[in-house]
């Protein structure tokens, strides 16, 4: 990018500099630390110039916003044209109480819909499930069957709105219910607009509502890219997800690395199933963090949208474009708030939210100050969602494409994160891929590796949480936190009573069968799981059918 | 004669899959000299307590993020009273708000660290508290 007598001029002078007006400063005034690190213990230099990047060449690397390798933006326009989606995570107490937040949170601005699932939810238990108790309705919205599903979107039209829905074991049966959702309200399967998590290799990880042992998950995925491909042509059939490993404990490199590494071994796993690339690879749909290091962050996003467009035409040979883009969701980092002091977490959310933005991010949930302590309240909720609005509107970011290309320390430090991605998914082969080395426990013991170490220099005070172990104060502890009413998971059992007894039973049992029998054989299994919910089989019951054919997940404890 | 390590059990009860915590306590007291154990996920307060007599452990912590804790915690202090373990110290974690630990305390858990506690605090908490 630079001229070659240009750059041995600069390093002339830059060594001058160095020996000159640095040394004479050092003398004076020492540093603040004898050397400087990212979050992610990259190194940081005091001063990048073209000469950090000058083995950069605009076209292969950077490329024009909405080409390849996408390094830019995956839109030629970006934000000029349409904003990012504000998708705020909700989901609490029971389908009428969701409701009504999705629908204050609608009214407040927000542009789509993502929805959290209580834990006998995600893994695949009715709300009577003895495994359930004390669970229901807490970290999420009890879903036992179709009749909730249809309660939960109430005065919604599914093609108004689209919607995500953080699930992964029983992803299929949850699309399912949407889809059967849709024809009830007389909407096409073909206008849905929304995403599955769907991405189970993670939750052996670090996320761990695993139902199923690999093999019989990673065909539940294959099963859903298959039918998504045929009949949602405007759904995202997975997130693949960073954001929970990152929140394990995993640095922004390992969080890229690993991410991609599952999106591999889901690609080759549709492949293997003989499906095409190019009819199933532009609906795949990513998942990222935002952590507090705004400018690693923002050079992490860029990296990855390279390394995946590099993946996919060279490694898989996608010819699509679309294929070959990475469009990703970003949460602000859980991990990187305080108990104490709930009133800064605003201030992080702000840097955070700014570094998705600044990195090109597709929707974006904000945290809310009081999430370290218990779910948010809907006067916090608003604010979080009201700091994406500001930075919409006010802060000019959005305004031009890809507002940090160029800055030499940017550039530098892409370049810096996609070598060490690619080392990592170099050392993930070898292993035999992303499950082979999950099985292995690698990534499992890379990301505690990481976590201790960074409790470690929380605890000796080397890195600073301002609040925490620095600048602390005497504090209440805070009231006025979010409940949920224990009363709910009462109502939800006596919901199921009453299911079980309106609904036509000869159905269910019919349509279970042709579950089982699906499960077994090889045919796809989302067709018969329509079928099951549409007889308001419960979310329980087809997971126990699919529990007796697959079999459970036993995991291996790494610590 | 050598010192006698402390025994801890680090179990995470109910569907709650969020370890990062549990697992960098764990190590943290296996690196004070204690002996750990860790159950893993989506432990019945029955397993816990089943573990906790066989290890023969002076120490469990529990650790829950999912809101369970009120319903969880008081039942494995419970059953460990019914096999005869009542001697144990029962430690929580987790996000777990300010009203509900009175409520643990009074139901037998020793003591509960919530968000930004220091392993530290918890490795001193247990010497302190267990009386070899």
Known sequence: MFDRDALRNLEQQKDEWERGPVAKTLEQFGERSEEFRTTSELPVERLYTPLEVAEADYQRDLGLPGEYPFTRGIQPTMYRGRLWTMRQYAGFGNAEESNRRYKYLLEQGQTGLSVAFDLPTQIGYDSDHSLSQGEVGKVGVAIDSLADMELLFDGIPLDQVSTSMTINAPAAILLAMYAALARKQGVALDRLRGTIQNDILKEYVARGTYIFPPRPSMRLVSDTFAFCAEQLPNWNSISISGYHMREAGCNAVQEVAFTLANAIAYVQAALDAGLDVDTFAPRLSFFFDAHNDVLEEVSKFRAARKLWARIMKERFGAKKARSQMLRFHTQTAGSALTAQQPDNNVVRVTLQALAAVLGGTQSLHTNSREEALALPTEDSVRLALRTQQVIAHESGVVNTVDPLAGSYYVEALTREIEDRVNAYIEKIDELGGAARAIEQGYIQREIQESAYTHQKDVESGERVVVGLNKYRIAEEPPTNLLRVDPVVERQEREKLVQLRARRDNARVTETLEGVRRAAAGRENLVPRLLEAVDAYATLGEICDVLRGEFGVHQASVVF | ?132
């Open chain 2, 1 to 132: 004669m050598a010192e006698q390590p402390i025994r801890v059990l680090i179990a995470k009860p109910g569907l709650d899959g969020h370890d990062r915590g549990a697992k960098v306590l764990a190590r943290a007291l296996r690196d004070a000299g204690m002996e750990v154990i860790y159950t893993g996920l989506r432990q019945t307060p029955e397993q816990i307590a089943a573990t906790a007599t066989q290890e023969d452990v002076h120490v469990v912590g529990l650790s829950c993020l999912s809101g369970a804790h009120l319903e969880l915690f008081p039942r494995v202090v419970q059953l460990l009273r019914e096999h005869g373990a009542g001697d144990i110290l029962v430690l929580g974690g987790g996000t777990i708000p300010s009203e509900d630990i009175s409520v643990l305390k009074e139901h037998g858990v020793a003591e509960v660290f919530t968000p930004g506690a220091s392993t530290q605090e918890v490795v001193e908490f247990v010497k302190r508290s267990v009386n070899l």
